[in-house]
């Protein structure tokens, strides 16, 4: 499967962006779809995940309340509402798909396809 994200830019702290990642050459419903971003000098890291029906999500702490993960499989297509923006949310962030639901869903090695990546700046 071949993964598309898109929906980064610039927004002021406080502001909303919502990124979204298509998949291509697959069924996104048999995927396990997580959220990741790296930033500057830092290790790539884990923000989001959500299970294939959409039933369940997960985040990481430092965004937990201000992001929300969702899917659309109809539509091949996983989203990341971002909310309440900080300047520390500034990364390059990635979409994920993981063939299997594993209790290390926040582990980079757990996912088997990665897309490009869409950068977001977040300014103070």
């Known amino acids: 499967v071949q993964l598309q994200a898109c929906g980064g830019g610039l927004v002021q702290a406080g502001g909303s962006l919502r990124l979204s990642c298509a998949a291509s050459?697959?069924?996104?419903?048999?995927?396990?779809m997580g959220w990741f971003r790296q930033a500057p000098g830092k290790e790539r890291e884990f923000v989001a995940a959500?299970?294939?029906?959409?039933?369940?999500?997960y985040y990481a702490d430092s965004v937990k309340g201000r992001f929300t993960i969702s899917r659309d499989n109809a539509k091949n297509t996983v989203y990341l509402q971002m909310n309440s923006l900080k300047p520390e949310d500034t990364a390059v962030y990635y979409c994920?798909?993981?063939?299997?639901?594993?209790?290390?869903?926040?582990?980079?090695?757990?996912?088997?396809?990665w897309g490009q990546g869409t950068q977001v700046t977040v300014s103070s």
């Open positions: 050459g697959g069924t996104l419903s048999s995927y396990f």
């Open positions: 959500i299970r294939r029906s959409g039933s369940t999500t």
């Open positions: 994920a798909a993981s063939r299997y639901y594993s209790n290390s869903y926040y582990a980079i090695d757990q996912y088997d396809y």
